[in-house]
């Protein structure tokens, strides 16, 4: 127990901010990731090892044509979901996920805390990268145990629509072992996205956001 909270503690540990030349900001995780207990002969525990560094950039990508199947059972078109008029927050996770995942759902879960009574102005979407396991029940509960308000979905589907998903926003990293902690924001259809690789905090979310949505 000991072992997993200092994990989980350093893993959202964010330090200091360096704006390289480029543009490109990144952020020091202030102390390395150490395993969960029991987590000897996990195959997730390459997790743990992976660069501790936070990466923001601005990106273009299409939204794929394909239909995903939401936490209510109601099959959905992507664009559609994506393009109502709200700031998108975009990350891909799956239920069984004992390392990334919980961390950015977590992180997520303190989002929409502190947007409060703004929550309700963007919708904030999770798509599972293990479409064969994740169904929407699945996802249900999932997004229950997390806390997760109407402004906050999850979606599933076939793999390919999953696949497509994925490589669609640079995501796929060919097993869903392999996935590292992407953040997508959008202020807008039509709009750049804004790229953020890595565990950031809900604070970060919540500053990166608030520029995106001020910039004309």
Known sequence: MRSSLIF???????????????GEMHMDMSSPMAPMDGMGGDPHA????????VSVMTAEYGVPQIKLVRDDNQTVSLPDEMND???????FIY???TAVCPITSRTYAQLQDKLG???DKVHMISITIDPEQD????LA???RKFGAGSQWRFYTGTTEASLAA????DVYRGDKMNHTPVTLLRAAPGKSWLRIDGFASADDLLREYRKLVATP
């Open 117 to 119: 009574d703004e929550r």
């Open 95 to 97: 239920t069984t996920c």
């Open 135 to 138: 169904t929407p029940a699945r």
């Open 46 to 53: 390459h997790h743990h090892h992976m660069a501790q560094k």
């Open 8 to 22: 989980l503690a350093a893993a959202l540990t964010i330090g200091m901010v360096d704006v390289h030349a480029d």
């Open 166 to 169: 994925q490589r669609a926003f």
């Open 141 to 143: 509960d999932y997004a």
């Open 85 to 91: 008029g709200r700031p998108v927050f975009l990350n």
